[in-house]
């Protein structure tokens, strides 16, 4: 895969990370943001690789996820803190699976948390109604 001209199929790709991470705990880019202090905007241009947090950023965005850098980029299972067996077996299916396959998981995953986070949100003046 290439990405601003550069071959990153051996990199470590740090925005895939912080969205991984962040779905995880099933967080919008807004929530995580404001956590870290930055704007969603900068966030999701991280995300995509468009954007190359500082260190700064960096330590900001693992302290809005609870984890150290060692756990940000290591490739440890245990950084995902798994609190059920169902995330275990769902993280062990996707071991097995080809990047290509783990990209559609991803996107579907991506699609659910997006109409999760639709349907939490009421319309304003709406709150007061059963």
Do not use: W
């Not at 999760?116 to 059963?130: F, I, M, N, W, Y």
């Amino acid at each position: 895969m290439k990405r601003n001209g550069v071959n990153r199929t051996d990199s470590f790709d740090f925005g895939q990370r912080i969205r991984s991470l962040r779905l995880l705990r099933g967080e919008s880019q807004e929530q995580l943001a404001l956590r870290a202090g930055i704007t969603p905007a900068y966030l999701g241009m991280v995300e995509r690789g468009e954007k190359n947090p500082t260190l700064l950023t960096i330590e900001k965005l693992c302290g809005a996820l609870g984890i150290s850098l060692e756990e940000c980029f290591s490739n440890s299972a245990q950084v995902l803190d798994c609190p059920s067996d169902i995330s275990r077996q769902i993280l062990l299916r996707l071991q097995t699976m080809e990047l290509s396959e783990q990209q559609a998981v991803l996107k579907i995953l991506d699609q659910i948390c997006v109409i999760r986070a639709l349907a939490s949100t009421k319309p304003p003046g709406k709150e007061d109604e059963p």
